[in-house]
């Protein structure tokens, strides 16, 4: 998906909002960029939080066309995400979106691993949806810390062949890393993989790929200021020099980033909200 797409800046309504696991799941009417969404992309929404003077990026984490309803899965990581997962149904919303590059989907049905990071999970959901309609087989790995921290995924059959979870204190699924259960996977055979989660774990997945020799897409998470590619503030190192994430992605080539480059994230562990 090119930033060549339809993007807009329009007002929304927050139709609900429901708890997620530890996360909150957004459904937002707002017709305009529902349609045109595609798995991967984000929208910029207007907060009124105190000191909050940018729209904040979300992911979107899947649309009802029909409806005209877009979905947001939200971290309560800083001012502006506490803000709209407090807000009352029915409060209207400015936003701008779709915004950036989303996932590429294979030409042809072939086997596709979708690795996902705590909430990272939920916007491969809706590309897993995509997958399996396509006639693709999917798998999905859902990793986090603890069982508190994983993105319950409802409804595996419309999503994935098959789900594994894994936390790395072993309190739900298999123990260890997502990184992990994806190097076993690989050993089945060739795939496109898609990763989405912190960028720690999308360095991981990309040195894993590259080694097997496999073509890899990642969601990148950087801090952004404008979302619409001026400030420069989520740059990423690649190998072509620096793309900005907002328009360049935040859907990459795994293998075109200079992962010995990226920035850690920073002390706090936000990069956005």
Do not use: K
């Not at 990581?77 to 029915?90: C, F, I, K, M, T």
């Not at 779709?98 to 590429?104: I, N, V």
């Not at 990763?195 to 801090?223: D, K, S």
Request: hydrophobic share 45%; aromatic share 4%; with cysteine.
């Amino acid at each position: 998906m090119t930033v060549d797409a339809a993007v807009s800046a329009t007002t929304g309504t927050l139709i609900a909002t429901r708890p997620a696991g530890r996360y909150h799941r957004c459904s937002i009417a707002a017709p305009d960029v529902a349609t045109a969404a595609v798995p991967g992309q984000f929208v910029a929404v207007e907060v009124q939080a105190p000191g909050t003077l940018l729209r904040r990026p979300f992911a979107i984490a899947g649309v009802d066309t029909a409806a005209g309803v877009l979905h947001l899965v939200v971290a309560t990581v800083g001012a502006g995400s506490a803000w709209l997962v407090a807000q009352a149904v029915s409060t209207r919303l400015r936003l701008t979106g779709p915004l950036g590059r989303g996932f590429t989907m294979p030409a042809d049905p072939g086997r596709c691993l979708l690795v996902g990071g705590g909430y990272g999970v939920a916007a491969l959901e809706w590309l897993g949806a995509r997958l399996l309609a396509a006639g693709h087989r999917v798998e999905l790995l859902s990793g986090a810390a603890t069982a508190q921290a994983l993105y319950p995924v409802t409804r595996h059959d419309t999503v994935a062949g098959t789900v594994v979870e894994t936390t790395e204190d072993g309190s739900s699924g298999q123990r260890g890393l997502v990184t992990d259960a994806l190097g076993d996977r690989l050993r089945d055979g060739d795939a496109m993989v898609y990763a989405c989660g912190p960028m720690p774990m999308l360095a991981a997945v990309a040195g894993i790929t590259r080694r097997a020799g496999m073509t890899c897409e990642v969601a990148v998470e950087e801090h952004m200021g404008c979302s619409v590619g001026v400030c420069m503030t989520c740059v990423v190192p690649t190998v072509h020099g620096y793309a900005r994430s907002c328009i360049d992605g935040p859907v990459m080539d795994a293998s075109r980033i200079r992962w010995e480059s990226v920035d850690p994230p920073r002390e706090d562990g936000l990069r956005h909200g």
